[in-house]
């Protein structure tokens, strides 16, 4: 199959659509299955109420079918569609609604039965959101129905942020990129679930627990016993080279002849110390460390080093969501060493041969 980028261009004062846009909602409707930009990352959409169509993202990603998608709607009105609101939460559901959509917050809701049990993996609840993308935005207006869009990538591996990371992770699989440019957030959007007052973060995001406290007494999902939603399995966002958390380059003990790559947060950077370095901001921004994270990420893993080791950022506010796709990226390489600890191993890199992949959530 021969994949297709078309750059999208927007301008609020156009009346007509695009031909990104015609060509976007063409194969949409035609069952296909398309790269889509979002403010979070680029999304792989089809039609999310054609169980067909749905079933074709599964494929191009290699995605198991346990793992439930978000379902991104046209407008509000859309909502109680596809989902059910209980009469004890609608008040708490509104406001947040208000707040912050479109946006990249996902409700996880009681599912109406017009959405295909394929995308929600047969559980009896759904994840929606609507995003608050100005070319997502007028697609989806044009095609007048929900999109199913996880990340456009194989499944387990980093999220893109680029039209051209799609491309890397999926050309030949898919007819047709959307191309805008870079994503805002650079993460996957925050999900949570409201009951009986309660707000439980279910995957961390752009939208934060502090800004969440707001509406409700906080609940973080850590580990449940079973998947709910996306995000939620302990691998996941992963680089092909291992990836390893620790609190500071300067004191990471190296060993001679590994070519090691630092993920830099600290304002000291030991360059000479590394094979290749990537700050995830100078002027330790975590807004701009979030946006840069899976890209930085791809840069390293794209130069065949022995380790990558990723530098902790604060766990306040964003920094949480930044350390919790460190962590799961990490977690195959069961090489994260908890904070303040030094590792007790004569040779760090021993692992390397022994790293295996397990099954990933989705984004």
């Known amino acids: 199959m021969k994949t297709e980028t078309v750059a999208a261009i927007y301008d ?10 015609e060509r976007a909602v063409q194969l949409l409707r035609k069952g296909e299955v398309i790269a889509l930009p979002t403010e979070t990352v680029y999304g792989l959409a089809a039609d999310a109420l054609n169980p067909v169509a749905v079933a074709k993202i599964f494929e191009v990603k290699e ?11 046209p407008g509000e009105n859309w ?39 394929i995308v929600t993996a047969g559980l009896d609840t759904v ?6 993308h100005p070319v997502f935005a007028e697609i989806i207006s044009a095609l007048e129905k929900p999109l199913a869009a996880p990340s456009a990538n194989q499944f387990g591996r980093i999220s893109p942020t680029t039209a051209q990371d799609v491309f890397d992770e999926l050309g030949g699989r898919i007819p047709l990129i959307v191309d805008a440019g870079p994503t805002t957030h650079g993460i996957e959007s925050t999900i949570i679930a409201v009951h009986d007052g309660k707000i439980d973060i279910l995957r961390r995001g752009p939208v934060t627990a502090e800004q969440l406290a707001g509406f409700g007494k906080i609940g973080i999902v850590m580990a449940p016993k079973r998947i709910t939603a996306p995000g939620q399995l302990p ?15 300067e004191s990471f003990p190296l060993v001679k002849n590994h070519r090691v790559g630092l993920l830099a947060w600290n304002a000291s ?12 901001s100078h002027r330790q921004d975590l807004r701009e460390a979030a946006a840069k994270l899976f890209r930085c990420l791809r840069e390293l893993d794209e130069l065949d ?9 604060p766990a306040q506010g964003l920094g949480a969501a930044i350390l919790d796709r ?16 030094v590792p007790e191993m004569t040779n760090p890199f021993s692992f390397i041969r022994s790293r295996y992949f397990i099954l990933n959530s989705y984004r």
Do not use: C
Request: aromatic content about 4%.
């Open 12 to 21: 609020r004062r156009r009346r007509s659509q695009t031909a990104a846009t």
């Open 63 to 73: 995605r198991p079918r346990f793992d439930p998608l978000i379902v991104h709607l």
């Open 79 to 117: 909502l109680e569609r596809v989902a059910k609101i209980d009469n004890r939460s609608r008040a708490h559901i509104k406001k947040l609604i208000a707040q912050f959509w479109p946006g990249p917050l996902t409700l996880v809701l009681d599912r109406q039965p017009i959405v295909p049990e």
């Open 127 to 132: 994840a929606v959101r609507m995003s608050s």
């Open 235 to 249: 691998s996941h966002y992963a680089p092909k080279t291992p990836l390893r958390l620790i609190d500071n380059a």
């Open 269 to 280: 950077i030991p360059e000479k110390r590394f094979a290749a370095v990537r700050p995830l």
């Open 305 to 313: 080093l022995d380790l990558i080791v990723a530098e902790r950022v």
């Open 326 to 341: 460190l962590e799961r990226a990490s977690h195959d390489s069961d090489t994260s060493v908890p904070s303040g600890e």
